[in-house]
């Protein structure tokens, strides 16, 4: 029974660039939220979406990033013209139904913006 | 806004020994309060959790201790072990969407 999976693991970009950021929930999940980890720091939540629908993007950073979960294939987070401050650890996290409280992580794409 | 407040920041703790890490929340509307354990370069596992409506649950070495009227919550590891020594991170979440309000992480080490 696969977890979480998350790919690439790692990824290196120059400043300008974009970042991909893959995530396929649990088998039978249909909901994943994304968190993002800075240095020393505890995870931050970003956004919340089911397939085809965002439920709350309300920790999103209003430029750059957006997040979508088709109804075939992985969620995907995108940050557009990345900078410096863009490196961290991003982690997605699925949870079997809305309403449903208990999370389980993937390993992370730890993110580093050269 | 710091929602949930975690201590200490970093803990050593002798093999065998008692590892206590603290949160306190002031959201009153949190109603679920896991905590995550978390290797270097890996992602957070979910260890324990908790609802308002106990005040203490065990899961072999580890317990959770609620205080609600506190609004704190805690985290016991009996007789700790090296393969303990981990990140800890508490989180709480509450209302429809349950995304999570993570402490800074408490780092644990284990000596022999």
């Known amino acids: 029974n696969a977890g979480v999976m998350q790919n690439p693991r790692h990824l290196v970009r120059r400043r300008g660039q974009e970042a991909r950021l893959r995530c396929s929930p649990m088998k039978g999940h249909s909901h994943v939220y994304w968190y993002r980890q800075l240095p020393e720091e505890g995870l931050k939540f970003m956004v919340y979406?089911?397939?085809?629908?965002?439920?709350?993007e309300s920790g999103m950073p209003k430029e750059r990033f957006s997040a979508e979960f088709p109804k075939e294939g992985p969620s995907i987070l995108r940050i557009q013209q990345v900078v410096r401050g863009d490196s961290a650890a991003y982690f997605c996290?699925?949870?079997?139904?809305?309403?449903?409280?208990?999370?389980?992580f993937g390993p992370g794409t730890r993110l580093t913006v050269l | 806004q710091q929602q949930v407040k975690q201590s200490p920041q970093s803990l050593i703790v002798q093999k065998g020994g008692i590892s206590i890490i603290n949160c306190a929340y002031e959201?009153?509307?949190?109603?679920?309060f896991p905590w995550y354990q978390q290797f270097p370069g890996k992602g957070p596992a979910l260890l324990i959790a908790i609802r308002p409506d106990v005040s203490e649950k065990k899961e072999g070495r580890f317990t959770i201790s609620f205080n609600k009227s506190a609004k704190q919550f805690s985290l016991h590891i009996m007789d700790s072990q090296p393969g303990d020594s981990a990140t800890y991170f508490c989180?709480?979440?509450?209302?429809?969407?349950?995304?999570?309000?993570f402490g800074k992480g408490t780092l644990l080490t284990v000596n022999p």
């Open positions: 996290a699925s949870v079997v139904d809305r309403g449903t409280d208990t999370q389980y």
């Open positions: 979406l089911q397939k085809e629908n965002i439920i709350d």
């Open positions: 959201n009153t509307a949190f109603d679920y």
């Open positions: 989180a709480a979440s509450g209302g429809s969407n349950y995304k999570l309000t």
